[in-house]
């Protein structure tokens, strides 16, 4: 069912001036009063009706208004995912404010002094228990539970990003350097009209939220939610399991790592049931019909759907590559699992969806004639109008092109429509005998092993070798060490000499965002997994190809 337009308009439309549009975005909640907000208050799930949500928006606006807070008002968000956060950036929103999302991970010991210099907050709210941790603070602070304490700092001077823009928001660009990009409020509602026609979600859906609100694609499902009148499922990562299991969405985007759980509880089946659950997943495969197929499937694997709370419809996976595997088994299971590409500066660009899905690939352009690929394969996007307009306060890297175009830093190249990701820029690695390597490839063919939960190369200035670093999912069994090592010496055989990796390094120690190894949306940091094994990587040794690799360490 494709998405209704808002009253009185055709799906898809716009009433030709999206800024003021935007802006009146807290109205949609009034349009939609019986849809839901739901999230937690301590351990306790809430149901807000968008009635609800619509009259604190506005007691909000009213505080922030007596708070100083005018048109331009730069204010500061800094806190996880609740309730508070949503209510605040709406009401930001109606306000013709600008919001800076800060993240709590990378912002959580920075004074308050330098944000306000930083990013010229004219205010700044928080969580409560941040609020209280940086107590006493200065009076332009405030809980985000409490706006009628705000007080707009005096003067406030600060650079004016443009009338479009609605929020500053943090992004690596094509650099890998976090940087703020400027959102522009005409780009947003022209993303949310063509997701919502592309995506063909109807007022039955809910939409899980989970990863941090910072991070714009996440508030973008809020946006959307709100625009057309679904349900929003709001948590957090430390809660996302039960969360599912409670809340039951049927729209779920997140990183691979969110669908890799259901792949390893399979694999890790008694071998008799596992036994049991292949044959079924082979015989369904036979079915033409795919409805049929996928009805049946969903049934006969039930437990495995129950995982993602029994609703899950439409899954949606980005951010770093999903295994083929991971998409093959999904599949087989009953899900529909696509992966998608983006970037924050421009959002969606490429995207498998029903009934044009290839897996390997980043699916088809969002728009035709919106995506190309420069002379040195770099992947280029255009879009009208633009989704975000430059970066505040800082020189651009080359992101924003003088032609229009916007530069991902990635590398990439189209088979027909669909378009294929080889690597980043940035990624290269220059090896001691100065061959530039592009790592992503091989990692990509590490990650898809079963037992292999990342891959990272390592080699330059963070080892005297091309390096292999493997965290391993489970323990190292004999199957595990051989897959890996024939793995590597077929890829050797398709690498040039100074390419070739030398050691092979595994580990049973989880790469996770908490111990500082993977980024905020969940990728490998390769500067962090190189300090952290650093010590161990420089001592020359070099890989013996017919000897597997140890559960922990690097091959003798």
Request: charged share 20%.
């Amino acid at each position: 069912m494709r998405v209704p337009g808002r009253k009185g308009q055709p799906p898809g439309a716009c009433d030709g001036n999206e800024n003021s549009e935007f802006h009146t975005l807290v109205d949609h909640l009034a349009e939609y009063p019986r849809r839901e907000l739901w999230c937690y208050r301590g351990r306790e799930i809430v149901r807000h009706s968008y009635a609800r949500v619509h009259a604190d928006v506005l007691a909000a606006c009213a505080a922030l208004e007596s708070a100083g807070v005018v048109a331009g008002t730069h204010v500061g968000i800094l806190g996880g995912n609740s309730y508070e956060w949503i209510v605040a950036d709406l009401a930001l929103i109606r306000l013709r404010a600008v919001s800076v999302a800060l993240p709590v991970e990378t912002h959580r010991d920075t004074p308050p002094e330098e944000l306000r210099a930083a990013y010229g907050l004219g205010l700044l709210l928080m969580s409560r228990s941040e609020h209280t941790r940086r107590a006493p603070g200065p009076s332009w602070t405030a809980p985000l539970d409490d706006l009628g304490a705000a007080a707009v700092a005096p003067g406030g001077a600060h650079a004016v990003p443009g009338p479009d823009v609605f929020t500053l928001v943090f992004s690596s660009g094509s650099s890998g350097r976090p940087k703020c990009a400027m959102m522009s409020a005409p780009g947003t509602v022209a993303t949310l009209e063509e997701y919502a026609v592309q995506l063909r979600l109807d007022a039955s859906d809910a939409i899980f939220v989970v990863l941090p609100l910072t991070a714009f694609p996440q508030r973008l499902m809020v946006y959307l939610a709100v625009w057309r009148g679904f349900d929003i499922r709001l948590a957090d990562v430390p809660r996302l399991h039960p969360a599912l299991k409670a809340m039951a969405p049927t729209v779920i985007v997140g990183p691979p790592a969110f669908f890799e759980t259901v792949e390893n509880r399979y694999l890790a089946l008694p071998p008799a049931e596992r036994r049991r659950a292949d044959r079924l997943r082979r015989l369904t495969g036979l079915i033409p019909l795919r409805i049929v197929r996928q009805r049946l499937r969903r049934r006969l694997f039930a437990d495995a759907h129950a995982q993602l709370g029994g609703r899950a419809r439409l899954l949606l996976t980005g951010s770093a590559p999903a295994r083929p595997a991971t998409l093959r088994l999904m599949e087989q299971l009953g899900f529909a699992l696509h992966e998608f590409y983006g970037m924050t500066e421009v959002g969606v660009i490429s995207w498998n969806l029903l009934g044009r899905t290839r897996h390997g690939s980043v699916g088809r352009p969002l728009l035709p004639g919106t995506v190309r690929t420069a002379e040195d394969g770099e992947i280029l996007v255009r879009f009208d109008p633009p989704r975000s307009v430059g970066y505040y306060g800082d020189r651009d890297d080359g992101t924003y092109r003088p032609d229009g175009w916007t530069g991902t830093g990635d590398l990439g190249h189209f088979d027909g429509p669909y378009l294929h990701l080889t690597g980043r820029k940035k990624a290269v690695i220059i090896t001691r005998s100065g061959y530039k390597l592009q790592p992503e490839p091989a990692e990509r063919a590490l990650a898809g092993l079963p037992g292999v939960a990342h891959a990272v190369l390592l080699g330059g200035e963070h080892a005297h070798v091309v390096t292999a670093v493997v965290s391993l999912s489970g323990p190292a069994d004999d199957k595990v060490r051989t897959l890996l090592d024939r793995t590597v010496e077929d890829l050797n055989r398709t690498l040039p000499e100074p390419a070739r990796i030398a050691r092979l390094f595994c580990t049973e120690e989880a790469f996770t965002a908490a111990e500082g190894l993977l980024t905020r949306t969940l990728k490998p940091d390769r500067a962090a997994i190189a300090a952290r094994f650093g010590n161990r990587l420089f001592t020359p040794a070099p890989l013996p190809t017919t000897t597997p690799a140890p559960r922990t360490g690097e091959t003798p």
